[in-house]
């Protein structure tokens, strides 16, 4: 396959005209996005993407109940990564926790009104809940809890897309009758961005063994769905693409402030020169659990950029480099994801040294793939420095009745970084083809047309 690496020009010029017509849609399609929002609150690649909150209710107890909550990660992409999850809910009563497993509140609130030595863990009328972190001692965990609030994505990591924990509720009624179901969910992770509806009751959760020989059920179970918005969870967008190719010199840097502009006058020290010797002390400076970015100055101010290079044409392949390039000082992205759209996905050949599989959202429409790390290799996206990037490289088969390098056909149609759209460059700056082609081809038809009318006038 290597061998076959001959780009030929004459090739190329022979598929103008075929493509012509094709590239119309695409530069509709460019329009077209263009002109939707990045802050859509409702996700285009992942449509039926959500976070369910399950509580099950498992024994009645002398002033209330025992139940487990889960929170299943039903985001193909969108993951919780350090520092975990906040979850927040308000009691409809005088409700108390005695007592968690598997998660604490972060506040106790006022118990005054409990006399005697047995305290309730939590007394708030809106508690606030963390999980436990790992290695925490056996005899406080449970079943999928104490991993810090990490929530991975249910493509990349079904098995770890699930966080749970046990809450021992007081002075809550003790039938299904006259439990209420909390109230007012928030769910931070850990930003905002996350809005969930009202707990709903619905049929209780069977359990079955694991010999599958006998099932259980819940007392009661009702579900909450959080959905995620970009919108709400940073004003600003958090990434930009940059493209370049083989056939054109030009770099197109992502837009000029697309995340910030560096303005020493208003925002003095909103970004960091690599080589200034205050460097590590401006990375120190604000406490650690802050999740400003603190990023390297650029003229896109933006915290990631991803680049898609145009790396070779084959005769049957064309082959593209990705790299991803962390430019925020106080942010390790681990188990990072990428969510590209581009039409020949369909026909995608190789893809070295990252994960692949992909992702339908409108049904027969192959032209989405998530990409994300090899674990251990490259699954850490370190901060910004030397060794704050990752790269691979994807090989597609060229589909003869698809493929050109024409109009921008090449570069992607939309890009998401851990679930956050990348900001595009215009299209109209994207790199040109070099025009020789064109030019070859209508001199030839301006001399055809000259050789004709000679003939006619001739005649
Ligand atoms: C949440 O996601 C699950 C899994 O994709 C889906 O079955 C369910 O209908 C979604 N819930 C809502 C309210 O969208
Ligand atoms: C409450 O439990 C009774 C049986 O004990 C059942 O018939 C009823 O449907 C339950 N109601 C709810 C809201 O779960
Ligand atoms: C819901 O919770 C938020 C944050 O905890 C709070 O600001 C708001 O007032 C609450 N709303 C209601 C109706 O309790
Ligand atoms: C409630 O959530 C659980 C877990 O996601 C799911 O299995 C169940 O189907 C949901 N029930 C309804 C009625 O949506
Ligand atoms: C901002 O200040 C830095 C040094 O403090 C300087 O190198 C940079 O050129 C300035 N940028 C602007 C836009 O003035
Ligand atoms: C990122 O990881 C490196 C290596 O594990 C560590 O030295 C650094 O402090 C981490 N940075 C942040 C912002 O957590
Ligand atoms: C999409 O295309 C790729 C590459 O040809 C293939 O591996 C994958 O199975 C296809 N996915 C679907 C859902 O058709
Ligand atoms: C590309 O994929 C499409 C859909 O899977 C298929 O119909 C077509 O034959 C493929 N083209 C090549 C050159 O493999
Ligand atoms: C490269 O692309 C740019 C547009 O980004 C265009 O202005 C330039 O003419 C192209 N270069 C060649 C050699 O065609």
Redesign the pocket.
Known sequence: MERELSFSMSSVAGSIAKFASLALPFLFFLLFSSLIPSAEAYDALDPNGNITIKWDVMQWTPDGYVAVVTMFNYQQYRHIQAPGWTL?W?WQKKEVIWSMVGAQTTDQGDCSRFKGGNLPHCCRK?PIIVDLLPGTPYNQQIANCCKGGVINSWVQDPANAASSFQVSVGSSGTTNKTVRVP??F?LKAPGPGYTCGIGKIVKPTKFVTQDGRRTTQALMTWNVTCTYSQFLAQKTPTCCVSLSSFYNDTIVNCPTCTCGCQNNATQPGSCVDPDSPYLASAVNAVDKNSYTPLVQCTSHMCPIRVHWHVKLNYKDYWRVKIAITNFNYRMNYTQWNLVIQHPNFDNITTIFSYNYKSLTPYGGINDTAMLWGVKFYNDFLMQAGPYGNVQSELLFRKDPTTFTFHQGWAFPRRIYFNGDNCVMPSPDSYPWLPNTATQLKSTLLISLFAALTWLLINA
């Open positions: 927040g308000t809106d109230k007012n928030t």
